[in-house]
């Protein structure tokens, strides 16, 4: 199709929504869509993150009432154009599944009535049977509140007229911040550190307490071979891609420097070896928490308006077993992994068979024990890097783009939706490219599945990660190949029964000599940590189910949006997550700070 006519075709159903957006008509506006069409907002509408799929829900909610008026019409959102100054511009796709849906696609920008606001867009267009185009997905997205825009504003390092220096300006700011902050930030790994960068681009004064001695030992004092599984061009870090000789798959060790410069490039006030004292309390007359910090050999009292706990997935999960008091040999959580080099020629089992197993399990083949067994408790979902990248990390991330443009057209796809695609035709193909990897897998005695839960339907990787923040799968670097090739042993199907002085026994009475048994059982729920750092009183308050997996209209819960107590906010997830959504928590926060949310 030629770009003039993507270009027409888009610009006349934007015309046409608009007339229908300006004159609150929410009937007009949902006939712009299929009958099985999508509608992801973030903040335009309202104060969340919401999706709705169907006609029937989509107008349902655009004629909800709010101060007296539909939420369309009191939005009044304006002014729409097409974008096409980005890779953004109106293109054509197709989607990936056996549906084989193709159409036009493309970006365009509008304007919000209530709150005074700007907004950016997304559709993906289709022909319906008449031949009419219409909407199969529309993303609308808040991008900044007037008058409160972020700054990108180059700084020219003169500092008042050069009268004082750099080094004085930011302790100044430092001090500031320290005496009132407007948000304490809990953990100061990827997640704590890019939103306290987006916070200070919004004018927001925000501190960070990290119980680290130094930034990046979240990832420093981890297992020493690790390294990210995706690739680094889609784990970029906000504002400051890494460097283009680093190497696709991230060493924990440069990764942890990297994150600690950026902590001093972005300018962001770090309280190190920092830990909250007692749980904290909130008073709603003056909707601000007390807080107690343990900071180097001072207690400090702080009272920030928001607390927002970025302390990534929750702590080890650690499974008991009768006897294990009485294993003879090293025993730890794959947390605390440090040196398989003091247990070369050691026979050593390895509990789990997710990505810190697969890991391990390679660090102690590499250093030369004896023997390794890997015993797997449950079925895993297992997909290769390679497959990956081809499949999902190319084709959202292609080098060379700008991160911003590709997190926008990769977030405007409403995730419910975006794993529908993936079980009508993505998992096969996901499987077709892993076969040989997979087949040699089984034979080894390895189990696998696409399913969360036994009988409940295949899902596709993603599907893990946002149910179960990535639990039960692994993105395979290299264990899948020793385990084929009999180097890594496979224990599968027999639950543990106890443990001896010397090993392990299972319920079916056979063992496995060790000596060393590492855990590699995960982490627990972030609601489990949420509740040992603020107690049951705030706790409790929190919206069900849990922090993170997915709402009914598959929105992920709780995490950058409201978390049903007033105050407290979460931030977690992956790099992409961090990367995007801490712009909506901080038009959130800022829009509390102003009176308009």
Not at 260 to 274: G, K, M, P, T
Not at 459 to 479: K, P
Not at 526 to 534: F, G, V, Y
Request: with cysteine.
């Amino acid at each position: 199709m030629a770009t003039e006519d993507l270009h027409a075709i888009s610009a006349d159903w934007l015309k046409s929504l608009e007339i229908a957006s300006s004159t609150g008509d929410a009937m007009s506006f949902v006939s712009h869509f299929v009958a099985d069409g999508w509608f992801r907002d973030l903040l335009c509408f309202s104060w969340d993150h919401r999706t709705l799929s169907g006609l029937e829900k989509i107008c349902g909610f655009l004629s909800e009432v709010v101060d007296g008026k539909s939420r369309l019409e009191r939005s009044s959102l304006r002014d729409f154009k097409i974008d096409n100054h980005t890779i953004n511009a109106p293109s054509p796709f197709k989607l990936p599944g056996s549906q084989g849906i193709e159409g036009v696609q493309g970006a365009f920008t509008f304007s919000i009535t209530n709150p005074a606001a700007l907004g950016r867009g997304f559709f993906r267009l289709t022909q319906d049977a008449d031949g009419k185009w219409k909407a199969l997905t529309l993303f609308i997205n808040m991008e900044d509140l007037v008058g409160y825009e972020e700054s990108f504003a180059d700084q020219h390092g003169l500092y008042e007229g050069r009268t004082i220096t750099w080094e004085e300006d930011v302790d100044a700011k430092f001090r500031a911040i320290e005496a009132d902050p407007t948000v304490l930030i809990v953990g100061g790994g990827q997640s704590g550190l890019m939103f306290a960068a987006r916070l200070r681009r919004l004018g927001i004064r925000a501190l960070i307490i990290d119980e680290d001695a130094r930034v990046g030992d979240c990832w420093r004092q981890r297992y020493p071979n690790l390294t990210l599984h995706t690739p680094a061009y889609q784990s970029s870090i906000l504002y400051s891609p890494y460097p283009t000789n680093f190497p696709k798959y991230i060493p924990k060790g440069k990764l942890a420097n990297f994150l600690e410069s950026y902590a001093v490039h972005q300018e962001l006030c770090i309280w190190l070896s920092s830990t909250m004292t007692s749980a904290p309390i909130y008073d709603s007359l003056t909707a601000r928490w007390t807080v107690e910090v343990q900071h180097g050999d001072q207690k400090v009292i702080l009272n920030p308006k928001h607390l927002v706990l970025a302390t990534g997935s929750g702590s080890p999960r650690i499974p008991t077993w009768n006897g294990m008091d009485g294993f003879q040999g090293a025993l730890y959580h794959s947390d605390f992994h440090k040196d398989a080099e003091q247990f070369r020629g050691r026979r050593v089992i390895v509990v789990g068979a997710g990505n810190a197993s697969g890991d391990i399990c390679q660090d102690f083949v590499a250093h030369g024990a004896a023997e390794v067994t890997l015993v797997q408790r449950s079925a895993t979902c297992v997909v290769s890097s390679a497959a990956m990248e081809k499949t999902r990390f190319r084709q959202l991330y292609p080098i060379n783009t700008p991160i911003e443009e590709l997190d926008f057209r990769s977030n405007s796809m409403p995730l419910a939706f975006a794993l529908q695609l993936t079980k009508s035709g993505g998992i096969q193909q996901m499987k077709m490219l892993d076969k040989e990897l997979h087949d040699g897998l089984r034979k080894a005695g390895f189990n696998l599945t696409w399913e969360l839960s036994p009988g409940s339907g295949e899902v596709g990787l993603e599907e893990f990660l946002f149910s179960r923040l990535g639990s039960g799968t692994m993105l395979d670097i290299g264990c899948g190949k020793l385990i084929i090739e009999g180097r890594v042993k496979v224990k599968q199907g027999q639950e543990i029964s106890h443990f001896d002085k010397d090993g392990i026994t299972f319920k079916d009475g056979s063992k496995l000599l060790a000596d060393v048994i590492v855990l590699a059982t995960g982490n627990e729920p972030i609601m489990k940590t949420t509740r040992a750092l603020l107690g049951n009183e705030v706790t409790d308050r929190l919206l069900p189910p849990e922090v993170w997996g997915l709402d009914s209209e598959g929105e992920l819960n709780q995490v950058y949006r409201p978390s049903g107590h007033p105050g407290l906010w979460f931030a977690v997830g992956p790099f992409g997550a961090a990367r995007f959504f801490s712009k909506h928590l901080g038009l959130q926060i800022l829009a509390r700070e102003l009176g308009i949310a």
